[in-house]
């Protein structure tokens, strides 16, 4: 069990520009959920992947959010069009299919939008 | 739609002493209840959850947690805090029946004296 992995752990870009996550979950687990995470503030559920499949989408996923996971492996979450507002920390995690609903997250990809 | 208010922004204890995070929760049916901890550059880390069943519940670390419908609270206690237990504590909510979309609390900040 390694853990779930995200990269990069830090990225700065100006705003217009579009930006790339990439999230490795713990091998096995068949469940992907994207969180995006702002200053003083808790989580919030942007996401969810069983398997290849999009499953749920959270209203705040603009149309400049655009998430895969093609293989049902590693997922990546896209931004397009950067907005300051978008600067955050953005989370992965994953679960097995039994016992799902024990999350385990990654360290997060902190997103600072200039 | 559910929500989670951790009424405590900010805790401090002495190192030894007795510890209890409050977590106050909306949602109409049974919830699923969780808390997590978030240490600095690391991941959330889930420490209990309460789905159905004994309303007190054992976690990691020492904590526990007990669940009251009637005050609709799941609040966080550990007898005795050592240093180490230093993070921020996220209460979460789940929707009965799934996991996946969990809404959290804005969190609560523990600094541990020596």
């Known amino acids: 069990d390694t853990g779930v992995s995200q990269d990069p752990r830090h990225k700065i870009t100006k705003r217009g520009q579009n930006v790339t996550f990439r999230c490795d979950p713990i091998?096995?687990?068949?469940?992907l959920y994207w969180y995006r995470q702002t200053l003083g503030q808790g989580p919030e559920f942007l996401t969810y992947?069983?398997?290849?499949?999009?499953?749920?989408k959270s209203r705040l996923l603009s149309d400049r959010f655009s998430a895969e996971r093609p293989k049902g492996s590693f997922s990546t979450l896209e931004i397009q069009r950067t907005e300051q507002g978008d600067s955050a920390m953005y989370l992965c995690?994953?679960?097995?299919?039994?016992?799902?609903?024990?999350?385990?997250f990654g360290s997060g990809t902190q997103l600072s939008v200039l | 739609a559910q929500s989670v208010t951790q009424p405590d922004i900010h805790i401090t204890v002495s190192e030894g002493a007795s510890l209890e995070l409050r977590c106050n929760y909306s949602?109409?049916?049974?919830?699923?209840l969780f808390w997590y901890v978030q240490s600095p550059g690391q991941g959330l880390q889930l420490l209990l959850k309460?789905?159905?069943?004994?309303?007190l519940v054992q976690g990691i670390k020492g904590f526990e947690a007990e669940f009251k419908r009637s005050q609709s609270s799941f609040n966080l206690r550990k007898p005795s805090v050592h240093w180490s237990d230093a993070a921020e504590y996220f209460c979460?909510?789940?929707?009965?029946?799934?996991?996946?979309?969990?809404?959290f609390g804005s969190g609560t900040q523990l600094t541990v004296l020596p």
């Open positions: 992947f069983q398997n290849e499949a999009q499953l749920e």
């Open positions: 979460a909510v789940g929707v009965e029946g799934s996991a996946r979309q969990l809404t």
């Open positions: 949602y109409g049916a049974t919830p699923y």
């Open positions: 309460y789905f159905s069943g004994d309303t």
């Open positions: 091998s096995e687990h068949n469940r």
């Open positions: 995690a994953s679960s097995p299919g039994l016992g799902g609903e024990k999350l385990f």
